[in-house]
């Protein structure tokens, strides 16, 4: 099985002039385990600002189901 992350990717070569733009990026994961760690570093860094986790059946994992498995409720 694998899961399908995707994400907004802005360019770094960007000058204060340009608008940000972004462009969507996809890539895989064999597990969910390595998806969702994926999902979690893109998430912790400021380029990142929009992130979709996807299931083998193309179910996108969200809301609080996601956060759960990502551990956005610890020490909450």
Do not use: C
């Amino acid at each position: 099985m694998s899961y399908r992350i995707v994400y907004n990717a802005i360019p770094t070569s960007q000058t204060k002039t340009e608008p940000r733009r972004s462009a969507v990026s996809t890539e895989e994961s064999p597990t969910e385990h390595q998806a969702l760690g994926r999902a979690r570093e893109l998430l912790e860094t400021t380029e990142h600002h929009a992130v979709a986790v996807h299931d083998h059946h193309g179910n996108e994992l969200f809301g609080v189901r996601l956060q759960w498995r990502l551990g956005g409720f610890a020490g909450e």
